[in-house]
């Protein structure tokens, strides 16, 4: 199953990084656009894989917009928003289900 989640990019002089807030933790940088998407990808997968494998809570999206207001005084950023899809692995039991069987 995939789930989407509100990314965030910033487009810097050199390079792009992407982060979403439902999934904190969770970075990626590239030197465009498309390959910080392509990285930020696989480093969700990877993330929410060793979020299920640590049987750590999985992350719900939740958000649904952000506030550039605080992160913009003085500068003139550019950013991007997209929701991308992440698959969402399958959850593991927990320890506490696990004493319970």
């Given at each position: 199953m995939k789930?989407?989640?509100?990314?965030v990019?910033?487009a810097?002089?050199?390079s792009?990084?992407?982060s979403?807030p439902d999934?904190?933790?969770c970075?990626?940088?590239?030197s465009?656009?498309?390959?910080?998407r392509?990285?930020?990808?696989?480093?969700?997968?990877a993330?929410?894989?060793?979020?299920a494998?640590d049987?750590?809570?999985?992350?719900?999206?939740?958000t649904?917009?952000f506030?550039f207001?605080?992160?913009?005084?003085?500068k003139?950023?550019?950013?991007?928003v997209?929701?991308?899809?992440?698959?969402?692995p399958?959850?593991l039991?927990?320890?506490?289900t696990?004493?319970?069987?």
């Amino acid at each position: 199953m995939k789930k989407e989640f509100l990314v965030v990019f910033e487009a810097g002089k050199t390079s792009v990084g992407a982060s979403a807030p439902d999934i904190p933790g969770c970075f990626a940088v590239g030197s465009t656009l498309e390959e910080t998407r392509r990285r930020y990808l696989k480093a969700a997968e990877a993330h929410l894989k060793w979020l299920a494998a640590d049987r750590d809570p999985i992350p719900t999206p939740v958000t649904t917009g952000f506030d550039f207001a605080p992160r913009t005084r003085g500068k003139k950023p550019r950013y991007y928003v997209e929701w991308l899809p992440a698959p969402i692995p399958q959850r593991l039991p927990t320890r506490k289900t696990m004493r319970a069987a």
